[in-house]
Nanobody
């Protein structure tokens, strides 16, 4: 199953973007879906996850601003990003894993998000 992200772009601080990640196959085959990001000169970090049961987790840096959701019927996972900050600038990747105990093993190609101050 391939994952393809979209929705990135340039936005001013305080603005919003919604990222989408469409699966080429059944999204429901993934137990857990996640959004990662990698900023310039930074290590990749996990931003948010959503399980098959729609349980969610967030990095402390995005809690209260980002919302992750999945729509298995549309084979799509979303990341709604509000009140964006320049430090949110990064390439955002969606990822999936079929078991909660496994590593993420399906990755998208990434979408660039740039937040200007």
């Amino acid at each position: 199953v391939q994952l393809v992200e979209s929705g990135g772009g340039l936005v001013q601080a305080g603005g919003s973007l919604r990222l989408s990640c469409v699966a080429s196959g059944r999204l429901s085959s993934f137990n857990t879906l996640g959004w990662y990001r990698q900023g310039p000169g930074k290590q990749r970090e996990l931003v948010a996850t959503v399980t098959f049961n729609t349980d969610t987790n967030y990095a402390d840096s995005v809690k209260g601003r980002f919302t992750v959701s999945r729509d298995n019927a549309k084979n799509t996972v979303y990341l709604q990003m509000n009140n964006l900050k320049p430090e949110d600038t990064a390439v955002y990747y969606c990822a999936g894993k079929t078991s909660p105990w496994a590593q993420f093993d399906s990755w998208g190609q990434g979408t660039q998000v740039t937040v200007s101050s």
